[in-house]
């Protein structure tokens, strides 16, 4: 068996998700816990948050994941937009705690140009403040790997790995594997040996016991190609052989996964949860 879901929306009430969650077939699922295309969020009340939990409780579905919204930018050398990524970073931990939500994924932003180094430097600096900044709390930050654009930060595993030995709260924080993105960025995941590579520079560099979710998503754009643009599992670059081979991974199968796939006339939310469970012969 494997631990599938989707991205599920909020719209009308944060515990709405649940019941998407459940009809689209999830084991467990991820929601934004706010609108991912601004900066400012309404303040969850304690109502709301127990009215999630309870949802949650009764559902069985589980973990679920947050994800932080598209503005924030921790890399950034531009001092506003910086402070502003910071504090999006420490609210959102924060709403996951009150939610009871274990894990906050994040991407990690570009440096516009100051160098990857320099972005590297930054965006400990903000996961480093967020956190003290949050105070204690059981939330896992998960830092995921980027598809190698122009100027971003954390598209090799070498990059996550540098990022991780600067942060001061270890044990709180852990990797988001993104296929796609992966892809992308170079790694071959259509065959074996590539498959090997990919999770062996993991295991090697970051250790697998602190990988926690995958993003299964299949790619539009070319090996090495930097184009960040999801496909429908098996539909894409990668196609079904490799998502066959990533899924009978020991590395991979036993993580809740999360399919951040297209809607469309091909194929919905469900119809990817049902395509990854046959694939993994699930």
């Known amino acids: 068996m494997v631990l599938v879901g989707c991205h599920v929306s909020i719209a009308g009430s944060i515990d709405l998700a649940v019941e998407r969650a459940r009809e689209r077939g999830c084991d467990?699922?991820?929601?934004?816990?706010?609108?991912?295309?601004?900066?400012?969020?309404?303040?969850?009340?304690?109502?709301?948050?127990?009215?999630?939990?309870?949802?949650?409780?009764?559902?069985?579905?589980?973990?679920?994941?947050?994800?932080?919204?598209?503005?924030?930018?921790?890399?950034?050398?531009?001092?506003?937009?910086?402070?502003?990524?910071?504090?999006?970073?420490?609210?959102?931990?924060?709403r996951c705690d009150l939610l009871g939500i274990p894990y906050l994924v994040t991407h990690l932003g570009h440096?516009?140009?100051?160098?990857?180094?320099?972005?590297?430097?930054?965006?400990?600096?903000?996961?480093n403040r967020a956190l003290t900044d949050a105070g204690e709390g059981d939330v896992m930050l998960l830092l995921e790997n980027t598809a190698g654009e122009k100027n971003s930060v954390g598209s090799t595993f070498a990059d996550l790995s540098r990022i991780l030995e600067g942060v001061d709260a270890a044990e709180r924080i852990g990797i988001c594997f993104d296929t796609c993105h992966a892809f992308a960025a170079g790694y071959d995941l259509r065959t074996a040996e590539g498959i090997e590579v990919a999770f062996g520079e993991v295991d090697d560099?970051?250790?697998?016991?602190?990988?926690?979710?995958?993003?299964?998503?299949?790619?539009?754009?070319?090996?090495?190609?930097?184009?960040?643009?999801?496909?429908?599992?098996?539909?894409?670059?990668?196609?079904?052989?490799?998502?066959?081979?990533?899924?009978?991974?020991?590395?991979?199968?036993?993580?809740?996964?999360?399919?951040?796939?297209?809607?469309?006339?091909?194929?919905?939310?469900?119809?990817?949860?049902?395509?990854?469970?046959?694939?993994?012969?699930?």
Not at 40 to 48: H, N, P, V
Not at 215 to 221: A, I, Q, Y
Not at 245 to 263: A, W
Request: charged residues 30%; contains cysteine; aromatic residues 4%.
């Open 28 to 94: 467990m699922f991820q929601i934004f816990s706010r609108n991912p295309r601004g900066w400012k969020a309404k303040d969850l009340d304690q109502g709301t948050a127990d009215a999630f939990r309870t949802a949650v409780s009764a559902s069985g579905l589980g973990p679920v994941v947050d994800h932080m919204p598209y503005l924030p930018n921790p890399a950034s050398p531009d001092d506003e937009i910086y402070d502003k990524s910071v504090a999006a970073l420490t609210g959102e931990l924060r």
């Open 205 to 282: 560099r970051i250790g697998l016991a602190r990988l926690r979710v995958v993003h299964l998503n299949d790619c539009k754009g070319d090996l090495g190609g930097g184009l960040d643009r999801h496909e429908h599992v098996g539909l894409g670059s990668i196609g079904e052989e490799g998502f066959r081979r990533i899924l009978r991974h020991p590395g991979v199968r036993s993580l809740p996964l999360i399919c951040e796939t297209p809607v469309d006339e091909r194929r919905d939310d469900a119809g990817n949860i049902a395509k990854v469970r046959e694939l993994a012969g699930a």
């Open 111 to 127: 440096h516009r140009g100051a160098g990857t180094e320099a972005g590297q430097e930054r965006v400990v600096a903000a996961i």
